[in-house]
């Protein structure tokens, strides 16, 4: 997916590399065929819930008109896998549009980025004037009697929005509050309370691939229960940052040594996050060899989310990257839940006294205690006490403190400040 | 009473009728209503409300939900510090201070002539670059304090007409999270980002 020249946004480039071949195939094929290929591909949705594509495609309520979400709210610290996807090869997103349209005989798509991504906006809207010029949309695409109009909408700034049902309202022009689920599952009450499909950018992004390499193969890409590639967004402390597509199952060893090039400096592997600032921690002594897959992940206690791996060397202080995280989930808290809006923000209080210097001995104990009140039992996947999974995320690093690093919470409260020292933005 | 001008209020009914519903057309309309009047007034907001159907109170409890409407006076320049994981373990923090110490603006606020205003953000999507600052949502990867502090320097003298991404990279930048390989030629003229919904085709005009 991300073999880009430099002219990979442009309709002719895609079009003489077999661009927008599999979404005219489509035309002619049924829903049960389109649905069914995509489920023997066993695609997984790769905005973080990792649910299969097919089965969703399925539920798709029979009530018409029914509706095309694609999810480009791309706002998960350390993700930025769609922002390239978006910029650099519009075109193969859009086809995948095409093809999530057709199999789910939606005439009404609208692509929603983030109010950040003014540039990726940009490429998108271009893209899709390209499309309309050529007649892959509008009215009678490809030839056929069958309508797609697709609308650009763009974010302004809200992490809440990559939320299904909050990116739902925010499109009906409401506040990006989560909508309870039940009875507002997308599929039978989305958009207009129609049935409504949201897929995430990268997710479609595999659309056009799955239906020229055909579902087998495509399956035989990657892990056996994690098919084809996927793309991790790889930052922090490594020597190589950067977007790399790999097939499931390659270890955490090989990504962070081998693909990242490892620490800068040859310093020491302290922590990373496997799957965005709401994932769980992961530490060298335990996980390093573990296989990068849904399901092991999900056995460590942690989860691949949006796949962006943040990499701590044993310069960082975690009380402080806690509190970092904590703070931008206090921040985008939608403040509908109580446990959310009045947790999050004492957990960011909490921290940062510790970190400065005014910890109290009982405080890992109360930052655990309120965790809990927002995702109780402190388990892994968490139980919910709110509408949305914001909450519980906001309670990952807290779990990163009580597991492995509660003797370094304690030295900030007996030192009465920080023990390592920030570093320097690099020269 | 309109206070838009035809080519806003052109854009708004183009705008309104690619949506099933006039509601949704509340955000980007938002934008328009910044574009008129360099931030979001209550009058733009009125002018909003009239446009969908809803109340002021409604667009203003829409508006006041998302950061990047921004209800107060804003600079021309808008500089925003991402300050979220990435960027604070590869320095974040040290660039919105070289920013803040520059300008002497401290972040949320701006300055005495209009021209500069600063904010520390959460994740802007370029952690591969981090540290990463942007202009008018126009996109720096890899800054350096030093680098901030001359990107301050350049805005209150050279004072562009349009800020470019492109332009700021190379001036301003270094490591990026991929290779953007593609030149573009204009950029943004405000402190909203350059996008215009629909371009050039609409469903009508193609057929």
């Known amino acids: ?427 | 009473m309109s206070q838009w001008s035809e080519a806003t209020e052109e854009r708004a009914r183009e705008i309104i009728s690619r949506y099933p519903q006039k509601r949704s057309a509340v955000m980007p309309l938002l934008y328009l209503a910044m574009a008129e009047a360099g931030h979001l007034t209550n009058e733009g907001m009125e002018e909003v409300a009239r446009w969908v159907g809803i109340t002021p109170a409604q667009v203003h409890a829409v508006a006041s939900f998302y950061t990047m409407y921004k209800r107060e006076p804003t600079g021309r320049y808008l500089i925003s510090c991402c300050t979220s994981i990435t960027c604070m373990l590869l320095g974040g923090d040290d660039i919105l201070h070289a920013v803040e110490d520059e300008s002497g603006v401290p972040h949320g606020e701006t300055d005495a002539h209009g021209l500069l205003s600063v904010e520390h953000v959460e994740c802007i999507g370029a952690c591969g670059g981090a540290p990463a600052v942007q202009v008018n949502y126009e996109l720096i990867e890899g800054v350096t304090p030093e680098r901030a502090r001359d990107l301050v320097r350049w805005l209150n003298g050279a004072r562009p007409e349009v800020i470019n991404g492109d332009e700021m990279q190379e001036l301003f930048g270094g490591v990026r999270s991929f290779d953007w390989a593609i030149k573009e030629a204009d950029g943004a003229v405000g402190p909203y980002p350059a996008f215009q919904p629909l371009g050039t085709v609409g469903s009508e005009s193609d057929a």
């Open chain 1, 1 to 427: 997916m991300t073999d880009h020249p430099t002219d990979s946004h442009t309709i002719e480039r895609y079009e003489a590399t077999g661009g927008y071949e599999q979404a005219s195939r489509t035309i002619g094929m049924t829903r049960d065929e389109l649905v069914e290929e995509i489920k023997t591909s066993g695609l997984l949705g790769r905005g973080g819930a990792a649910f299969s594509t097919g089965l969703k495609w399925s539920f798709l309520a029979p009530a018409r008109p029914a509706y095309l979400v694609i999810n480009g709210d791309e706002s998960e610290p350390g993700t930025f896998k769609d922002r390239q996807l978006l910029e650099r090869d519009p075109h193969q997103m859009l086809e995948g549009v095409i093809i999530a349209a057709v199999a789910n005989e939606v005439h009404h798509a609208f692509i929603y980025i983030r109010g950040e991504y003014a540039k990726p906006a940009r490429r998108i809207q271009a893209a899709v004037d390209a499309a309309y010029a050529r007649g892959y949309l509008g009215a009678g695409i490809f030839g056929s009697g069958f309508d797609l109009e697709v609308v650009v909408h763009l974010g302004a700034g809200a992490y809440i929005c990559g939320e299904e049902t909050a990116l739902i309202n925010s499109l009906e022009g409401l506040r990006g509050e989560p909508r309870l689920k039940p009875p507002y599952f997308p599929a039978a009450k989305g958009l207009y309370m129609q049935p409504t499909i949201v897929n995430n950018v990268e997710t479609v992004s595999n659309l056009p691939h799955i239906l020229a390499m055909g579902a087998k193969s495509f399956t035989e890409v990657g892990h056996p229960l994690d098919t084809g590639t996927f793309m991790l967004s790889v930052s922090g402390h490594v020597k190589r940052p950067g977007n790399y597509e790999v097939p499931h199952g390659i270890t955490w060893r090989d990504l962070i040594y081998e693909i990242g090039g490892g620490i800068p400096g040859d310093r020491e592997l302290k922590a990373w996050i496997p799957g965005g600032a709401s994932s769980p921690w992961f530490v060298p002594e335990i996980h390093l060899d573990d296989q990068i897959t849904k399901d092991i992940c999900a056995e460590a206690g942690s989860m691949l989310g949006s796949g962006a791996v943040i990499v701590m060397d044993d310069t960082t202080c975690m009380v402080r990257a806690s509190e970092r995280i904590v703070r931008f989930f206090a921040h985008e808290s939608c403040g509908q839940c109580t446990p959310c809006r009045e947790g999050t923000t004492w957990l960011e209080m909490i921290l940062r006294r510790i970190e400065d210097g005014q910890g109290r001995a009982v405080d890992l104990d109360l930052l655990l205690d309120v965790s809990d009140n927002i995702s109780v039992g402190l388990g892994w996947p968490p139980k919910m006490t709110t509408i949305c999974p914001l909450g519980p995320s906001a309670v990952s690093p807290i779990l990163a403190l009580r597991d492995y690093f509660r003797g370094e919470v304690d030295s900030h409260v007996e030192l009465g400040g920080c023990p390592l020292k920030p570093v320097e933005a690099h020269a």
